[in-house]
């Protein structure tokens, strides 16, 4: 009896080894590379994320990014960098399937109708309204952006007591609550999704519609905290694109599956 339940035992431990490969590889994969389209070279630091999930990464050097363990299904990727058009692509991936895409990035700034900019001044996210009215921390409204004509994020947050930005060279900056123990960093947030300190210093001045100081747990909103609520927590809110965006353009294809015939390959991958 007691050698026969050991049997079933091993029959059973043998079954979930040889399942565990079978639901790993209903995992999907999309990947890619964004370039200039008319320098033709790739392009470094782009932000891509999927609608609607909390998913983001950032382009390497050769303009390369990627998105594993996806579940199957439908997902809406989108591709910005400073200085180029954002482009979208709606994609269908199946069980275990790998996506590659090209993003060619035309290098033209789109210019928002300065009407668009004053019928939104007073407005944004709901959940931004709400903890503005509440008053816990410190906001930086639209209005405010353009009264004071800051060029960059970090020059924005440098207005805010408590608030240290500590820069080194011309490009890399650190954002610092004075009340926080040394070293320790805020959290960050865009849109309401957790995301990295690069993320928000990439968000160009005018796609922010405000922007959200906490300067530690104390005062840090429910639904911000986090690992770094203790150090604060910096929280922007990007503007909706107007009805009508101009030279708005979509990925070259729109899915491409691998390993179809058609499929464009990954330059910097080879073959």
């Given at each position: ?7 079933l035992l091993a029959a059973v431990a043998t079954v979930a080894v040889m ?238 599956r691998v390993p179809a015939d058609t499929a464009k390959r990954d330059p910097?991958?080879?073959?």
């Amino acid at each position: 009896m007691i050698a026969e339940f050991r049997r079933l035992l091993a029959a059973v431990a043998t079954v979930a080894v040889m399942a565990s490969p079978v639901a790993a590889q209903k995992r999907g994969e999309i990947r890619g590379i964004i370039t200039n389209i008319r320098a033709k070279r790739p392009i470094e630091g782009a932000r891509i994320s999927l609608a609607g999930t909390a998913l983001v990464v950032t382009s390497g050097p050769s303009g390369a990014f990627s998105f594993t363990g996806l579940e199957a299904g439908d997902y809406v990727i989108q591709a910005a960098a400073i200085g180029f058009t954002t482009m979208t692509s709606p994609l269908a991936l199946k069980a275990g399937e790998t996506i590659d895409l090209e993003f060619e990035a035309d290098p033209e700034a789109v210019n928002l109708p300065e009407l668009t900019v004053e019928e939104r001044m007073n407005h944004g996210p709901a959940d931004w309204i709400r903890r503005k009215s509440e008053g816990l921390g410190r906001y930086i409204t639209r209005e405010h952006l353009e009264a004071r004509q800051v060029a960059t994020l970090p020059d924005a947050l440098r207005t805010v007591p408590g608030v240290r930005i500590e820069c080194r060279g011309s490009q890399i900056c650190v954002a610092r609550m004075a009340r926080a123990p040394r070293g320790c960093s805020p959290g960050y947030f865009m849109d309401g999704i957790p995301t990295e300190q690069a993320v928000l210093w990439l968000t160009p001045v005018q796609e922010i519609e405000g922007i959200e100081i906490y300067t530690g747990p104390a005062e840090t909103p429910a639904e911000l905290e986090g690992a770094s609520a203790r150090c604060g927590v910096i929280a922007l809110w990007t503007r909706p694109p107007p009805a009508r965006r101009p030279r708005e353009k979509k990925a070259k294809s729109e899915t491409i599956r691998v390993p179809a015939d058609t499929a464009k390959r990954d330059p910097s991958r080879g073959g």
